[in-house]
């Protein structure tokens, strides 16, 4: 189990990087959150406001593997 936790201001995003499937659905679909040429690749500091949230979870929700959990405050 190596589950990590990104911290954001309305979410916070746990990742768990045995899990992941490399399907890339979470770059494609908010590459502000997460992007690979950053270090931590997973920003959830880029999900300031309600709306940014709303798609964070949503893009979390597609991510086929379960290596990506939103962690609501
Ligand atoms: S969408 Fe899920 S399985 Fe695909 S790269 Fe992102 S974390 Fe990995």
Redesign the pocket.
């Known amino acids: 189990m190596t589950r990590k936790t990104y911290t954001g201001p309305i979410v916070d995003v746990s990742?768990d990087g045995e899990?992941?499937?490399?399907?890339?659905?979470?770059?494609e679909g908010m590459p502000s959150v997460?992007n690979t040429s950053e270090r931590p690749w997973i920003n959830p500091e880029h999900a300031p406001d309600e709306a940014a949230a709303d798609h964070l979870r949503e893009i979390v929700g597609?991510?086929?593997?379960g290596?990506?959990h939103i962690e609501e405050h």
Do not use: I
């Not at 597609?62 to 593997?65: G, I, L, M, Q």
């Open positions: 990742f899990v992941c499937q490399h399907a890339a659905r979470c770059v997460f597609r991510c086929p593997s290596a990506l």
